[in-house]
């Protein structure tokens, strides 16, 4: 299952930086993962300043 950023996203883009596969792009308010290009490895999780990110 692919990760998932939740509304408490606070657009700070640290999780781009993060993802080896770049499958975290900007919506209109958060950040957005796509599910097809995740590789559920999770380097995104830990590094998001507000725990918008689960799986």
Do not use: F, L, R
């Not at 792009?25 to 950040?31: A, L």
């Not at 599910?35 to 689960?54: E, K, L, R, T």
């Amino acid at each position: 299952m692919a990760y998932v950023i939740k509304d408490t996203c606070i657009n700070c883009g640290v999780c781009v930086t993060e993802c080896p596969v770049s499958c975290i792009h900007p919506g209109d308010s958060i950040h957005v993962i796509d599910p097809n290009a995740c590789i559920d490895c999770g380097a995104c999780a830990p590094v998001c300043p507000v725990d918008a990110i689960s799986q």
